[in-house]
């Protein structure tokens, strides 16, 4: 076996980042060399280009190798352009300025209400007739930093965040020292993967596609007209609208919300959004085709799509919450816009604040007060819709994480006070914060809540028992088939 010695670049700020995005598109930033003279590369990229090249992949034009948006064919999807100021327009999917991901302008698709009429090309679709919005989330490599894992440090400082250095293409990874790893997609396993090599996000392998639409902000009620009304136990699909300035659909077991989410839109494979799917956005947005940098906290009272102001201190717990112009705007004004993934309009909403967005995710054989048991879940669904963490999980056990999905690897973790005197778990990326799944609350929730403050963001994980809550929400995926 070919050994590969890597040398890292490190203490790269953000903004130098930034500066260099393009030799940073290209993976330039690492330096590889090869005993094997027989192997004539001298970086990373060489190295992945030399193995993957063989199926049409090159990293060093990244954004040529963008995966497709996947609107399968006879579909309800419809291709979008969003403008600045809201408006949202069809476009042909072959027009060359929906999307661009190295301008981090993601492609967006809607789904209409069944009363509205289809647009033609280039003709603005009116909010009123739409009843959910995606955004395309397209396959990638991504490069390992925290692989090995111990649980909870409780001496020593925090490490700071850092771009996260992703590789577009829809071929899967290999195993070779060094440069590439095989996902282990398992729960507490690392399989033969080491830091700095890259791994294809589990995210895109356990449904075997190229890209998914993920909800552009999350679950909202579609008839409520208050907090209230959107606080409704049911798991009929009919009740599901995604789009901005609409009532967050809380109040509801995990069950129930798995249901709504799976029978949403069959043909497109629609699901409840999962640990590992989260953990995909969460890396893109913190990549130099992302905002590539902490997500603003929603801070309305369950409303989608807003952005708190930056009068309103989040340093700490509770945060600045509450409605109208004096606490947050909504999505689509230039403030709006640093609660995107990507910084614009293009992104996705809600990651960080709103409500607490339950995940398909949760402690192996433990189903608390979520309404599921063994039947109804692991004997009656395909394991590729929930991601299961280790039987023997607790607050701190951040090994058992899954590669991928946005919880161990965000160590080092700390037990510290926050502003109002109360200790906490949180984690090294904006002190976010980070209790895994254990025995009485076996199901992992994402994001945080309005309230929270400092403990909000997108690599916020905490466990909750899976019933109804006043406070969780959920988001909807869709995973549909690789066109042919």
Not at 43 to 65: E, M
Request: hydrophobic content about 35%; proline content about 3%.
């Amino acid at each position: 076996m070919k050994k590969v010695i890597l040398a890292f670049i490190l203490g790269l700020s953000l903004s130098a980042i930034g500066v260099a995005a393009l030799s940073l598109c290209n993976a330039k930033d690492i330096e590889y060399t090869s005993k094997d003279t027989s192997w004539d590369v001298d970086t990373v990229s060489d190295a992945l280009n030399d193995l993957y090249k063989s199926k049409g992949s090159n990293i060093d034009d990244s954004c040529n190798n963008v995966a497709e948006p996947n609107l399968s064919d006879g579909s309800k999807l419809i291709p979008v352009i969003i403008s600045d100021d809201g408006k949202v327009t069809k476009v042909n999917k072959n027009d060359p300025n929906w999307y661009n991901y190295c301008e981090k302008k993601w492609a967006n698709a809607v789904i209409l209400n069944d009363n509205a009429q289809a647009p033609n090309d280039n003709q603005e679709i009116k909010m009123t007739d739409i009843e959910t919005m995606f955004v395309w989330i397209p396959k990638y490599k991504y490069r390992l930093w925290n692989v090995n894992v111990n649980g909870l440090t409780s001496t020593g400082a925090l490490k700071q965040a850092h771009s996260i250095d992703i590789v577009f293409d829809t071929t899967n990874t290999i195993e070779k020292s060094g440069v590439s790893c095989v996902t282990p997609m398992e729960s507490g396993k690392i399989g033969d993967c080491s830091n700095g090599e890259y791994m294809t996000h589990p995210a895109f392998i356990s449904f075997d596609v190229n890209g998914f639409w993920v909800g552009k902000f999350e679950i909202g009620h579609k008839t409520a007209t208050s907090t209230a009304q959107a606080q409704t136990s049911s798991n009929s699909s009919a009740l599901i609208v995604i789009k901005p300035s609409v009532f967050s659909w809380r109040y509801n077991t995990v069950k129930n919300m798995f249901e709504a989410a799976f029978y949403y839109e069959r043909d497109l494979d629609s699901h409840m959004m999962k640990s590992t799917e989260w953990g995909a956005v969460a890396f893109l947005s913190h990549s130099q085709y992302g905002i590539n940098d902490e997500i603003n906290i929603n801070n309305s009272i369950f409303k989608t799509g807003y952005s708190s102001i930056a009068d309103n201190y989040q340093g700490t717990y509770p945060g600045t919450f509450g409605d109208g112009e004096k606490f947050n705007t909504a999505w689509n004004t230039e403030n709006g816009y640093r609660a995107s993934t990507t910084g614009n309009i293009t992104g996705v909403y809600d990651m960080s604040g709103g409500a607490w967005e339950y995940t398909a995710s949760y402690r192996s054989g433990t189903y608390g007060s979520s309404g599921f048991n063994q039947a109804s879940l692991e004997n009656t669904y395909n394991s590729k819709y929930y991601d299961s963490y280790n039987a023997s999980s607790a607050v701190t056990t951040y090994q058992h994480m899954i590669l991928g999905d946005a919880t161990g690897e965000m160590g080092p973790f700390k037990y510290f006070k926050d502003g109002d005197n109360v200790e906490r778990y949180h984690n090294s990326w904006y002190n976010n914060s980070s209790y895994f799944a254990e025995p009485s609350n076996p199901w992992l929730a994402r994001g945080g809540c309005y309230t929270d403050g400092v403990h909000a963001g997108q690599f916020v994980f905490v466990r909750f028992s899976g019933g109804m809550d006043a406070y969780g929400g959920s988001r909807l995926v869709l995973a549909p088939s690789k066109q042919e």
